[in-house]
């Protein structure tokens, strides 16, 4: 049941270079999953191969390189081909761009945005760079120690952040203008250990506004408004 799922379901790795088999050529790699599914055969498997290194900016004699051959950022250019060769509707990508540098990670965000209008993808994208978030996503997941502790629209969540720690995340991002200034939130104290969280609410030990309940009481998420939802007692 699941096999039948997984073409529909592909993965976009953190570290473009671990991630690719560096005794496999781009080729092999890229077209391995056709032949694995049945969804090619051998004569049909390299001109496909070749159409996805061209759609992500790669060019079709690529595919018989190394993996050693290429930089960071067309490694990443890879993994993506490898991704969107069995047309998939949903896509986990998971840091895909914090191992690259600056310039590249444009690069690449931008083909990620292309690629969302070509093939009407869905995106599940994981990151740390809010900045990167704002540009790419349409609706944002605020976790805190293993746990989601706010969910609503993106330009809902930048402009009214209701849980602390996201209030907090979000006064850390840098503003590209030196007039402006931002209020910081510094928290105190150190994350808890994910393997032994603490009674209550996970984040209530660096909180300034935690209360007993807090303490005790697991929050749980419910709406805060019409598609906003928060997961604080405060709320």
């Not at 490694?75 to 069995?86: E, F, W």
């Not at 706010?150 to 907090?168: V, W």
């Amino acid at each position: 049941e699941l096999r039948r799922l997984r073409p529909s379901m592909q993965f976009i790795f953190q570290d473009p270079y671990s991630s690719l088999n560096p005794r496999l050529r781009v080729g092999d790699a890229i077209g391995e999953a056709l032949m694995d599914h049945g969804l090619a055969d051998k004569s049909e498997i390299r001109e496909r191969v070749q159409e996805v290194l061209s759609l992500c900016g790669l060019a079709p004699y690529h595919i018989d390189r190394f993996p050693h051959e290429f930089s960071g950022g067309q490694r990443q250019r890879i993994g993506i081909a490898r991704s969107i060769i069995l047309q998939p509707e949903f896509i986990v990508a998971d840091e895909p761009v914090s191992a690259l540098d600056v310039s590249i990670q444009a690069q690449i965000i931008n083909l990620f945005s292309d690629l969302q209008e070509k093939k009407e993808l869905t995106y599940l994208f994981i990151s740390h760079d809010l900045s990167v978030v704002e540009h790419l996503c349409t609706r944002i997941g605020v976790m805190y120690l293993g746990s989601l502790v706010e969910i609503a629209p993106r330009d809902e969540l930048f402009a009214r952040p209701l849980h602390p720690y996201t209030r907090a995340l979000l006064s850390a991002v840098p503003i590209p203008d030196p007039r402006l200034k931002r209020e910081r939130i510094v928290l105190r104290g150190d994350i808890p250990s994910p393997a032994n969280p603490p009674k209550g609410c996970k984040f209530h030990t660096r909180c300034p506004l935690a209360t007993d309940r807090c303490k005790e009481e697991v929050p749980v998420l419910r709406l805060a408004d019409s598609d906003h939802q928060v997961a604080c007692h405060l709320v």
